[in-house]
C-alpha cells in the first residue's frame, strides 16, 4: 500500500512540515497530525513509543511511522496495508536527509529550509506514496540543480526586468524629447507669430504717415 503525508512535528505535536502523496483535503491531513501526539502519550509501554529509534502506533485507518530526532519527530501517515519494513527504510533516509538539507533539527532550521524540504520529500516519495530509488548523495545531487536551475531563472528574469525597464526609460526619454520639441516649436512660432503681427502694425504707421 502508500504513504498517505510524510511530516516533521515537534515534540508537542506542532506541525512543521507536511506533504501529501495522495488526494486528500486539507482538513484530513490537519485531522491525522493532530491525532498524532495523542496517539504516541497513550501508547502503552513496550510499543516502542518511547526511547527506540524509531516505531509506530496505529489507528484502525492508518499506521504512524515515526522516529524521534532531537526536538522533532519525522513522521509517515500510512495505510495499514504499508510494507512497514519499507517505510521504516524511508524514515531512515529522511533522519539523513533532514538534517543535511536544513543544516540541523531545531524547529528554526525546519522553517528555513521548507521549501528543499519538500523537495527532498518529492525525491524520496513519489505522487501516489510510494518509495522511490534514491540515496542522500542523488538528493544532494538533485538539490544542487535545482538551485542552480533557480538560480538561471532567477538571473533570467531579472535581466528581462532590467531590459524592461531600460526600455520603459528609453520609451519615457523619448516621449519628453518629443514633448520639450512640440514646446520649442510652439514657442518658437507664437515668437514668429508675434514679430509677424509687430511687423505688420509698423507698416500700417507708415502708410498712414
Known amino acids: 500500500m502508500v504513504v498517505l503525508c510524510a511530516a516533521i512535528t515537534t515534540k508537542a505535536g506542532k506541525p512543521l512540515l507536511s506533504r501529501q502523496f495522495i488526494e486528500m483535503s486539507r482538513m484530513r491531513v490537519e485531522g491525522l497530525l493532530a491525532a498524532f501526539p495523542k496517539l504516541v502519550n497513550s501508547s502503552p509501554p513496550g510499543s516502542g513509543s518511547g526511547g527506540k529509534q524509531h516505531t509506530f502506533v496505529e489507528t484502525d485507518a492508518v499506521r504512524y511511522v515515526y522516529q524521534p530526532v532531537e526536538a522533532l519527530y519525522l513522521l509517515l501517515v500510512t495505510t495499514r496495508g504499508s510494507n512497514i519494513v519499507e517505510d521504516l527504510e524511508t524514515l531512515r533516509l529522511l533522519s539523513k536527509v533532514v538534517p543535511d538539507v536544513a543544516g540541523g533539527l531545531h524547529e528554526s532550521h525546519i522553517n528555513d529550509s521548507a521549501f528543499e524540504l519538500l523537495f527532498s520529500l518529492d525525491e524520496v516519495l513519489s505522487a501516489g506514496g510510494h518509495k ?78
Open 132 to 209: 522511490e530509488e534514491a540515496s542522500l548523495s542523488s538528493i544532494r545531487t538533485s538539490l544542487a540543480m535545482e538551485s542552480h536551475e533557480e538560480k538561471m531563472h532567477m538571473m533570467l528574469k531579472e535581466s528581462k526586468e532590467k531590459a524592461a525597464r531600460e526600455e520603459m526609460q528609453k520609451k519615457a526619454k523619448e516621449i519628453q524629447d518629443r514633448n520639450m520639441k512640440a514646446m520649442k516649436d510652439n514657442f518658437m512660432n507664437n515668437g514668429m507669430s508675434a514679430l509677424n503681427q509687430q511687423g505688420q502694425g509698423g507698416a500700417g504707421g507708415m502708410s498712414g504717415f
